[in-house]
């Protein structure tokens, strides 16, 4: 095992560099690139420029500059921000623990939903809940995700209110009360639309999902087996079907992590929430070079990790598969 | 054969009905111009009217017909998902053929190449494009729907990829390929005319599911204001511009974003009707 994600890692190097050229040359190749930030906010002079432009090292040739960026990158400096004049780094580290609670608790609250519903609408095919569930899931797919955060925010901040104290009945974003002394339940209050409408649509795909691949398992021999030998449905359900049925789920969710970026970037924006897609909206409409390309490769990263991730868990939960 | 699946696709009565109402919403953009006033003129005397008459979703904050404006929205939207979809349908065909037909180690070199696709964080890759075209000397580019169109293909063709080279993988050791090989078929011939064809049904089915893809990516772009610029609406601009009237205007926000939802939806279930009248395994 170790020995495969060793090899996987290495094998993700030639992969990640790929990506870095195409995204460096993207952003270096364009004119007005890297400077174009002090350049908007018109504080500096020509001669100026072309100084800062001499120091950031700008006038060498496209691969130099890359080869010092790569450079500085694997020693771990990932540069400052040009706007905020604070390293990436540390922009990156104070953001980024939102978006890992955002995509926690979102992804937790669509496993407890989805797994059972994916189950039950598989057990018991065509009826009733199964049609409504598959409609359900038909618009869960299909409902854009920023205009379900905009319908979220109509409904719950500006047209319902909490019938007690005649404010509206959710925050309008952030993730908590400004000023306010830290209290569980005013954070949870908080999480409660982004999470809602994050989740919304992973739900809808995963319990499709989890259906299919429960149909094809309950199907299979060795189910009947275990029913044959006189197990109660539920064990043979829980034990025999959905164990093996859950397997293909974990590809699909570290396949998924892409879009887990997407939505969170969405979900930031509407909520204001101050996680890393946030960050990098901030950073386009500042044209912060430096930062977008480090925010870029981190999520890079993250993705190639989680394909790493989801081969190892997969040959684990699946002892037929063989890592080679 | 074609008699079977459109009889198959009757069969699923959701799929019908997504058929119906898309060719209404395809119908509403291509006639937009006819049945809908200017969707670009002002009018200062008409600022942020809720719905009327004359005005069946109000007027924005520069007095323009919200329907109107939906309505050539629209238009846009739609042109972008095709094309996206149709630039994704080249590549991806192309390039999934030639792995799957010739292997060995362009087979390797393409695959890596779809594993690099498959890193990128395609809304952020969109959004740097989009402030390059917004903020640098590429702002010539900026009223176009082409750049955006053809870059959602190209950051999208990968599931299509994977999908054309399987199945050239497994039929391209069948008799009748050999066949064909033996009549002194040349390759371009045999992959063409024989092994293709066998691929039609699913890539017809990925590619529905990837033309509503692309409208969501599109809006979703638009939205950020990354996408088309102002004045020219789509669904996603319109969305922005509806935003900060949400209280007021609420049907300025909710119209262009249905009309998104609908179509998504309408394509979504066409395509699953696709995937079982196409399925050469499925019932008569």
Known sequence: ?324 | MLDLVVRRFMRHKLAVAGLVVLAVLILSAILAPVITMDPDALSVSERKQGPSLWHPFGTDEAGRDIFARTLHGGRISLTIGLAATLVALAIGTALGAAAGYFGGVLDALLMRLTDAFLCFPQLFVLIVLGTLINATALRFLQGSIVPIAVVIGVLSWMGLARLVRATFLSLKEKEFVEAARAAGGSNARIMLRHVLPGAVGPIVVQASLLVAASIITESGLSYLGYGVQPPTATWGNLLRDAQPHMQQLPVFAIAPGLMIFLTVISINFVGDGLRDALDPYGRR
């Open chain 1, 1 to 324: 095992m170790a020995a495969f994600a060793i090899r996987r890692i290495v094998g993700a190097i030639p992969l990640l560099l790929f990506v870095s050229v195409a995204v460096f040359a993207l952003l270096h190749a364009a004119p007005g690139g890297p400077t174009g930030a002090y350049m908007r906010r018109g504080s500096m002079n020509a001669a100026d420029l072309a100084a800062l432009e001499q120091k950031l090292g700008l006038n060498d040739p496209l691969p130099v500059q890359y080869g010092k960026w790569l450079g500085r990158v694997v020693q771990g400096d990932l540069g400052m921000a040009v706007t905020t004049k604070r390293p990436v780094a540390v922009e990156i580290m104070d953001r980024l623990p939102h978006t890992l609670t955002l995509m926690a608790v979102a992804w937790g609250a669509t496993l407890l939903i989805a797994i059972p519903i994916g189950i039950f609408s598989a057990v018991r095919q065509y009826s009733k809940f199964d049609h409504a569930v598959t409609m359900l899931t038909f618009i869960g797919q299909s409902i854009p995700i920023f205009w379900f955060g905009l319908i979220l925010l109509l409904v719950f901040y500006m047209r319902l209110e909490n019938p007690i104290t005649g404010e509206p009945l959710m925050p309008a974003g952030g993730v908590a009360t400004m000023g306010a002394p830290f209290s569980l339940t005013d954070r949870i209050h908080h999480l409660l639309l982004p999470v809602t409408m994050l989740a919304a649509g992973w739900v809808a795909w995963y319990s499709r999902f989890l259906r299919a691949s429960m149909l094809e398992t309950i199907h299979q021999d060795y189910v009947r087996t275990a029913r044959a030998k006189g197990l109660s449905e539920r064990l043979v359900i829980l034990r025999h079907g959905f164990r093996n049925a859950a397997i293909p789920l974990v590809t699909l969710m570290a396949l998924d992590v892409p879009f887990l970026f997407t939505g969170a970037l969405f979900t930031e924006v509407i909520f204001a929430w101050p996680g890393m897609g946030r960050l990098f909206y901030a950073a386009a409409e500042r044209r912060d070079y430096g930062l977008l390309m480090a925010i870029i490769m981190i999520t890079s990263v993250l993705i190639v990790l989680a394909n790493i991730l989801a081969d190892m868990l997969y040959a684990w939960l699946d002892p037929r598969i063989r890592l080679s």
